[in-house]
């Protein structure tokens, strides 16, 4: 009970003060010298131009956006990368083969020559950051704020295509604080990237869904790529005769280890947080979206799995979407849970009150929120749909490719259209067969089909669903309430459809004729579903239009509240940095954890054959001899393998590199605990951390396990 009050002043927090504790991701070229004096005061011992600098080298020039949702960092002069193993698991896997499985094997490139070009990773670095509120802010002047929403994207997006214009730099401006700041970053982007090391994935995924937002958690989660330029200097798509980036900043390494209160710093590129949420939207959440998304993505998982676990072939295929639907399949569970748990939406209705109180009499404030009642009340009857449609019936690849095919649909229907739009429409169906054909694995994907359609059926409000599809779907199949109706349906549609023919694929995308399209069993389900949703999709479009206007003017609101306090945008995967130290912690009674677990803690969950906690024997070898080399930690006697800190990361900090207050790299942010899955809307001081890969077992895997010293040595190592 102490520990919801506690959390419950502190979500109120940002209504009243400066935000305290470790809670904020801060802008790094922003942090103001209140928060900075704080920074210092935990114990960093960098300027602020060392942090963020335009004119000089700085941390955040070793910083990079790796691919694009991950962070990754620069620990050598000639551009080496690290990030985590689930980074750059899509490249390692396309890599990969049976003959040639480095998921399984793992892979180390001892000489530049042997590095694997990772076609489509790109590195991007950032070059500056510049407030141009004032240009946005004229751009949408005369734009109702209703209307907002949905043309905001592409007026930001045009905005900085021209701020850019002819510098050979990319540029994009960022919302911030919903719309009541926006910020041009400006980023230089490398095409060259190559894959150096990665461990295998009985290391890299050790623990794997089991493990997953758990603490203590003993993945060796990290993988290590290089980026290259050309001749000249500059970024350029790939060539052999590229050379290694020239960096103009590296991190050095650290392997003198954390104690328990040490400062620990993280740069990255967060994806996405709601701090300044609602109540309407969290009850909106713990009802109805998380649960349904939770449980439709369980039984594809499920179907998925049971394919994987006895075919390595098939494991490979798969084994990208897997994971990405596996990751946040666990994180909503939880994220619901903990809001629960917490009494978060309570929480918010205290928050909101508070605003009210200040808002009475003041026009423009004080009927946000009866307003926002009405919005929510009108959208929650369709917002079940919503999610059955993108997890469920999008969930499927066979669904979502036919879904797909619509815009080709409607360049061959539309008599007007020019030659270059149906030639444009056939080339993109083109680009998304071949990518479908080459991942579908039809075994999964059948039981994917009929599981989505039964529960749509079950699930979903009658009054919403597609009529016609159900009734022509009873009529063939037989008993709507029965299993074999569905299994029976999706293998006539898996037997039938011109999209699990690449014979009947071919034929057709040669000389497309709609009525081929009509005709097909997958496009007229797929199509069944989406054409029926758009009746609703305008009702969403409704929403999220008011909805952001409202909270526009809420955050507009809660600034001019607290005038004189420094406030943090939420994440929207810019870069930030945050703060704080390596903390143990007691999620409930008479439990504590350790801030540190180690290589033994491994060998306790170790489990031959295992598909989880399998490991190389090797490993087992150099634990069993304690040759730790000069990686392992004196206190604990054993090599460490994470360790946790209270910095506040979510999603796109992944690869963020894990600083301590001299600016070396100590660990790479992997994961957080789930007993704060409420993160993305509310931090909790006392719950909330973050798990980390101690650098010294990287580099233990790297040189005592890979055998690559050729990247040990490439490192600045600081043994003190």
Known sequence: ??????FGLLVLGFLTRTVKADEGMWLPHLLGEQVYADMVKKGLKLTKEQLYSINKSSIKDAIIIFGGGCTGEIVSKEGLIFTNHHCGYDAIAAASSVEHNYLKEGFWAKTKQEEIYAKGVHAQFLVKIEDVTAQVNEAIKTIKPEELNAKLTGILAELANKMVLNTGYEGRIGSFFKGNQFLLFTYLRYKDVRLVGTPPESIGKFGGDTDNWEWPRHTGDFSIFRVYMSKEGKPAEYAADNIPYNAKSFLPVSVKGLKDGDYTMIFGYPGGTNRYETSYGVKLKTDIENPNLVALRDVRLKHMFNEMKNDPAVKIQLAGNYAYVANYWKFFDGESKQLLKYKVYEQKQQQEAAFLTWAKGKSEYETIFSELEKVYASWQPYAKHRVYINEGILGSPVLAMAAGLKGLDNALSNATAKPTDVTTAIDGAKAQYEKFFKSENIASDRNIVASVLQMFYKNVDATQQPKNFFNDLKAGYGDLNSDVTYTNFSK????????????????????PDTAVLHKDIAYKTATAFTTNYSNYGKLYQEFTAKNFALNSKYLKGILEMNNKTKLYPDANFTMRVSYGNVK??????????????????????????????????????LAKNKDYGQYVDKSAGDIVVSFITTNDITGGNSGSPVLNNKGELVGLAYDGNYEALSHKIAFDKNLNRTICLDVRYLLFVVEKLGGATNIIQELDIRKI
């Not at 009970?1 to 506690?6: A, G, L, N, T, Y």
């Not at 009674?589 to 031959?608: F, Q, W």
């Open 584 to 621: 143990s912690y007691e999620p409930r009674d008479a439990v504590k954890y350790s801030h540190i677990c180690t290589l033994n803690g491994i060998l306790e969950k170790y489990k031959p054959g295992d598909y989880e906690f399998d490991v190389p024997s090797k490993l087992l070898e």
């Open 492 to 511: 006539a549609l898996f037997e039938n459809s011109i999209l699990l023919n690449e014979a009947k694929w071919k034929a057709f995308i040669e000389k």
């Open 1 to 6: 009970m102490k520990k919801i009050i506690v």
